[in-house]
């Protein structure tokens, strides 16, 4: 029998993740931050023993404060999936490494393949490829790199919940017009990753985990306006200088997604279903309410 850690389970993606797994019947050794730190190899070690699928959703996420920070951001995306690696190399387990398009330039205008050359933008970005060329480096027969963009879900910040959230109490927002990318709903990439550690004999290497299809951050907003009942113009396109950051963006993160052919397994489908999906669970759903509600829209119109 398979028997999955999952590390980072408190996250966004790691708590559905868990719930994709029960949903299908699944249990899994479930490890948070304070559970386990990856940049301690020798909990690692110990943390990895016995298990037979390993699936890394732990990472420093702050893209802007690893500017100012990119030691402690390296330790743990570059420098903890190299001890993950280890321990999985050392005791035969598979590793599932969940990455970012942020490894990436973003200086396209065309989808970018898995076999695409590297070359971040900012600290973030370089300590998520430190942490892939360990996993690709140290598991090349039984090493998975997953590489996701601008994921959201019910769980924790991010931008849907943001939007929402802004749309209860202000009248317009205005959003950057100039990156485009492709949203990713949680538990649909939580479903892949599932799919891909029940699927012992696929390629090990790069798979790229974001759903079909483009937008901006300007297109998502309006989208998750119109589906959650809510006046899309109301948002207002503007662009990335308005918003000055510390960590610099990747201007296009549209990524291709090739290799899942490779593993007879299907890549996520478009984005606006899976929004469509997403704004049904509980916390979005109520954030949504919560927006008409303020809009005078009244609940559940």
């Not at 570059?78 to 190399?89: D, F, V, Y």
């Not at 330039?105 to 065309?110: Q, S």
């Not at 090990?204 to 300007?218: K, L």
Request: hydrophobic content about 45%.
């Amino acid at each position: 029998m398979t028997r999955i850690l999952v590390t980072g389970a408190g996250g966004m993606l790691g708590r559905d993740l868990l719930a994709v797994l029960a949903g299908a019947g699944r249990q899994a050794t479930a490890l948070d931050r304070a559970a386990l730190d990856v940049t301690d190899a020798a909990a690692v070690r110990d943390a990895v023993a016995g298990h037979s699928v390993v699936v890394n959703c732990a990472a420093w996420t702050d893209v802007d404060g690893a500017e100012s920070a990119e030691e402690a951001a390296t330790a743990v995306n570059g420098t903890g999936a190299r001890h993950l690696a280890l321990a999985c190399r050392d005791t035969g387990a598979r590793l599932l490494h969940v990455s970012t398009d942020y490894v990436l330039p973003g200086d396209t205008d065309r989808p970018c393949p898995e076999s695409a050359a590297t070359g971040p933008v900012n600290a973030y970005g370089r300590s998520k490829l430190a942490g892939e060329r360990a996993v690709l480096e140290l598991l090349p027969d039984t090493g998975y790199v997953v590489r996701t963009a601008w994921l959201y879900g019910d769980h924790g910040p991010n931008f849907v919940a943001t939007m929402l959230r802004l749309a209860a109490v202000r009248d317009t927002v205005d959003v950057v017009d100039d990156q485009h990318g492709q949203p990713t709903w949680a538990r649909a990439l939580a479903g892949r990753l599932l799919a891909l550690a029940d699927t012992p004999d696929a390629p090990a290497g790069i798979y790229h985990g974001t759903s079909a299809g483009r937008t901006t951050w300007h297109g998502l907003a309006r989208e998750t306006y119109r589906q959650a009942g809510l006046d899309p113009a109301r948002v207002r396109p503007t662009t990335s200088a308005a918003f000055p950051r510390p960590a610099a963006r990747p201007a296009y993160s549209v990524l291709g997604h090739d290799r899942w052919a490779g593993a007879a397994l299907d890549p996520l489908g478009p984005w606006q279903d899976d929004l469509a999906r997403a704004l049904a669970e509980p916390g979005l759903a109520a954030l949504a309410e919560t927006a008409r509600t303020a809009a005078g829209r009244g609940p559940g119109t």
